[in-house]
């Protein structure tokens, strides 16, 4: 401990003059000791104030009550083992050891732990959670999915060595066995929510058809417990991995008078994990009992539409004449309709030889060969003439087509010749205007630059009342060392000699124009 320092100014003459000096750092390392040493490990009570997390994962908030503030820091190790994260507003019970920062001259609490002073805070803090979650719509009605009658594979998420899991497999083995594929993770204390976000996530990842079957309906169990028990399945990174699966899920944490957030977020809500697994599949042997109930009453039914259909036809049948009666009167039809065809085909058979009798005795050889030579003759006849027809239509038309050709021949070289003096008409017109158009141009462009050779030319300078200074013997002076002798100054309307000094110079008149000495080289516009 440091020495007082004596005021008496009877040493001296100085109040303090014999005590010791201390160094600034002095001074914070003793402060520094008597802080730590009169307090060491505190548990402090307050209200989280500002909160501000840095970049080196560090931590660094406020506590307060109503008359003074703690700066607080938690250093990134201990951050990270943190079951409860500090929030602002929320009442906390703070852990550590009471310290100084001589850097800042200020004191302030190394937390190693933070806890939720009370119930009364966490649920503060769940409530906030939970109303931030439902204004970004995470627990609409519209975004559940309906979970699958029967799944093929069930994921289940939750710890492998609790009876949550056992109680699972058993109802499931009771109701319809599945292949289940279980996810180990803590289901409490500090790696709850990651393991159980990390799970969620993972099951999601598994592709389709690969070498682990994705589930297709995923089950979050944990057994009942306190608030604090519980709070991992309150995390958000909890309720947003489940309202980020793709895979129906169903939430079965703690017992049915337990809510947690993942609740409020997934598919469906179990209120024990043995209710998740009856919710997860059907009961086999209902659904074989439902199938074999529907197969009698099929065959039932089955059987007695056939009856009724088989009476309907029996009472069809009865309706109907004798078959004796529908035959006997087409049979007789039939009787009768054979003796008749048989006298008329015979009568059809008596006619036609009778002809041909009668035929075959008007025939003799002598009137056939006369009959041959008459057609014979005529047909020589008639060649003849349809020869002579033909050759005569052959030259006519031998002579229609050589005048066609002539015509045709003569209209196509006119019309060729009338289209090729069109054509270069026309081209003469066009090679005439753009001939005239590229004339105008060449004129536009030519009056253009000597307009512009006559502005840039010095002769418009010296209308703009500028001047231009010759030595006596020829050139132009540009600088005022060049200006000795005899000098002669040109203007817009003539030259004036002068001398160096300003006169001047003897036997020159000063007003009448002289001869125009060759103008400085201007150099060419274009």
């Not at 929030?87 to 001589?102: D, Q, S, Y």
């Amino acid at each position: 401990m440091m020495d007082l320092i004596d005021d008496d100014p009877g040493a001296g003459g100085q109040p303090g003059g014999n005590a010791p000096e201390f160094s600034v750092s002095e001074i914070a390392g003793e402060v520094k000791r008597t802080l730590e040493g009169a307090f060491g490990r505190v548990r402090v009570r307050g209200e989280v104030g500002r909160v501000f997390p840095a970049r080196s994962g560090h931590l660094y908030f406020d506590l307060k009550d109503d008359k003074a503030v703690l700066a607080s820091v938690s250093w990134k190790g201990s951050v990270a083992r943190m079951a409860v994260k500090p929030e602002e507003g929320m009442e906390v019970i703070a852990t550590g050891r009471l310290t100084t920062f001589p850097g800042q001259s200020k004191y302030q609490l190394i937390v190693d732990d933070v806890a939720p002073a009370g119930v009364g805070a966490l649920m503060a803090m769940l409530e906030k959670r939970k109303a931030a979650l439902a204004a970004e719509g995470l627990f609409a009605a519209e975004r559940k999915r309906p979970i699958p009658f029967l799944p093929g594979v069930i994921g289940v998420v939750t710890s492998p060595q609790g009876a949550v899991i056992r109680d699972i497999l058993h109802r499931l083995r009771d109701r319809f066995p599945r292949h289940v594929l279980v996810w180990p993770v803590a289901v409490q204390g500090e790696r709850c929510a990651p393991d159980v976000a990390r799970a969620i996530a993972g099951f999601n990842a598994l592709p389709e058809g690969g070498p682990i079957p994705r589930p297709d309906l995923l089950i979050v169990a944990r057994g009942g417990g306190s608030l604090e028990d519980l709070w991992g399945f309150n995390e958000e990174i909890v309720a947003r991995a489940a309202a980020a699966s793709r895979i129906p899920l169903i939430s079965a944490v703690g017992h049915e008078t337990d809510t947690t957030l993942i609740d409020f977020v997934s598919d469906r809500r179990a209120p024990t994990p043995t209710a998740a697994a009856e919710l997860a599949v059907p009961v086999r042997l209902d659904l074989l009992a439902h199938v074999e109930g529907q197969g009698a009453r099929l065959t039932r039914a089955a059987g007695q539409g056939v009856a009724l259909r088989a009476q309907r036809l029996r009472d069809l049948g009865r309706a109907l004449p004798r078959l004796e009666e529908l035959i006997d009167r087409p049979a007789q039809r039939l009787d009768l309709l054979s003796d008749r065809l048989e006298r008329a085909m015979q009568g059809r058979l008596d006619r036609p030889r009778l002809r041909l009798d009668s035929y075959g005795a008007r025939l003799r050889p002598q009137a056939l060969e006369r009959l041959v030579a008459d057609r014979g003759q005529r047909l020589r006849e008639r060649g003849g003439a349809l020869d002579r027809a033909l050759a005569g239509r052959t030259r006519q038309a031998a002579r229609d087509l050589a005048g066609l050709g002539g015509r045709l021949r003569a209209e196509t070289l006119l019309r060729r010749r009338t289209q090729a003096e069109g054509e270069l008409a026309r081209l003469v017109q066009r090679l005439g205007r753009a001939g005239t158009a590229q004339v105008t141009g060449w004129r536009t462009r030519l009056e253009a630059l000597d307009r512009m050779r006559q502005t840039l030319g010095y002769t418009e300078t010296l209308k703009r009342g500028f001047a231009v200074v010759y030595r006596a013997g020829g050139g132009v002076v540009t600088h005022a060392a060049g200006a000795q002798g005899a000098l002669e100054i040109e203007f817009q309307d003539g030259k004036v000699p002068v001398a160096a000094g300003g006169a001047a110079p003897a036997g020159g008149g000063g007003s009448g124009p002289r001869a125009k000495p060759k103008p400085p080289e201007q150099g060419s516009l274009f």
